[in-house]
């Protein structure tokens, strides 16, 4: 399996509180993703990275920032959290060199803001 | 803009029996394709994959996808299936040239005895 680990797999929080998850990869990884699971929506990507300091928005990054200040890290924060946001949250990472865009994922975060 | 579909949302079907999990896309070019796989709890799990060549792919698990590029699609399919099979699968499609991916919803498999 793919090294990535997702910190804290579990959140309970309120509206308005901010909010920061963690992705850490192992592998070296160019391209890192955040991606929201809701049912019947499957997977949509939230941010993406493509390097150090190198993000774009994805199709629902309203609400949503990102930072990747190592290859390592790629950190997604709500600012002030909404019930909205409850959901549950993947990293991703691929590479480059041939590989295409093949993807590898992180255990999620489950997230609930009351 | 690449699009997938997976039109069924939920399957049922006994275990030993056959499968096959649509999927269709939109995209101008041959793209890539890939079918995931979510166990309850877990993350995603990457069964096989289409880049280009042989249109019938092997995977992981007993699993296989043919690309069909005339009815733009990627069908899953299995001989028969194991209870431990039962799952959330995703057909998931990329662009030449691009490291995004687009999912489809999902088809949610359940296995009966």
Known sequence: DAGITQSPRHKVTETGTPVTLRCHQTENHRYMYWYRQDPGHGLRLIHYSYGVKDTDKGEVSDGYSVSRSKTEDFLLTLESATSSQTSVYFCAISGTGGMGPEQFFGPGTRLTVL | ?113
């Open chain 2, 1 to 113: 803009a690449q699009s997938v579909t997976q039109p069924d949302i939920h399957i049922t079907v006994s275990e030993g029996a056959s499968l096959e999990l649509r999927c269709n896309y939109s995209y101008g070019a041959t793209p890539y394709l890939f079918w995931y796989v979510q166990s309850p709890g877990q993350g995603l799990q990457l069964l096989l994959k289409y880049f280009s060549g042989d249109t019938l792919v092997q995977g992981i698990k007993g699993f296989e996808a043919e690309f069909k590029r005339s009815q733009s699609s990627f069908n899953l399919r299995k001989p028969s299936v194991h209870w431990s099979d039962a799952a959330e699968y995703f057909c998931a499609v990329g662009a030449r040239g691009a490291q995004k991916l687009v999912f489809g919803q999902g088809t949610r498999l359940t296995i009966n005895p």
